[in-house]
Structures are given as C-alpha cells and as structure tokens.
C-alpha cells in the first residue's frame, strides 16, 4: 500500500499564494498521474487538475481560473500545487492522489487544509 504524504496547507490571506507538496512514502513508487482534489465544508470532493507522470502534461478544472499551476519533479518524485491569487471560496482540504493505470485515482492522502482569510 502506498501512502501519499501532503504538505504546504495553511492559513493565508485573500490574495496570497501557497505552494502544496505531495510525496509517496516508498520512493521507488511511480504513477501513471497524479491529481489535486478539494472538499470544502459541506460540499462534496471536486477535481482541481491533474499530471501525467511520463509526459508533464496536465488539465485543469475550469473552476480553477488559471490561479492554480500543477507541476511534478521527477527526480524527487513529487508534486506540486501553487496557488495563486487565492479566495476565501479556496478554503479546504486538499488531496493529491495517485493513478497507478489510465482512470482511477488508486491511492490518496490525508488531505492537507488550507484555509483563506477575508
């Protein structure tokens, strides 16, 4: 079983950046891709933006208005969200996940919070 291990959340105002980060605890683990989700309180998980692993590419929900930036670094087999000109409605928790083949996200981390300020 692999473990995804975010970090990076926290609390910042509206406006403000933050970069989150996600590793798989065995190094040795490679995805097929990897995705970015959020659940705020009461609303149910969506998609943010996902990366193929081999390629670089990614996608992005369309929500996300070209405030958030995916990125992976291959050599420390991480992945990265930035988050720009963040809002209040970025508050939530947020998980990376992990494909292993083309279609379901196999493995999820804990989720990290990030909470935006007024």
């Known amino acids: 079983q692999v473990q995804l291990v975010e970090s990076g959340g926290g609390l910042v105002q509206a406006g403000g950046s933050l970069t989150l980060s996600c590793a798989p605890s065995?190094?040795?683990?490679?995805?097929?891709?990897m995705g970015w989700f959020r659940q705020a309180p009461g609303k149910e998980r969506e998609f943010v933006a996902h990366?193929?692993?081999?390629?670089?590419?990614?996608y992005y929900a369309d929500s996300m208005n070209g405030r958030f930036t995916i990125s992976r670094d291959v050599a420390k087999n991480t992945v990265y969200l930035l988050m720009d000109n963040l809002e209040p409605e970025d508050t939530a928790i947020y998980y990376c996940?992990?494909?292993?083949?083309?279609?379901?996200?196999?493995?999820w981390g804990q989720g990290t919070q990030v909470t935006v300020s007024s």
């Open positions: 996940a992990a494909q292993v083949v083309h279609g379901e996200y196999k493995y």
């Open positions: 065995d190094r040795t683990f490679t995805s097929y891709g």
């Open positions: 990366i193929w692993w081999s390629s670089g590419m990614k």
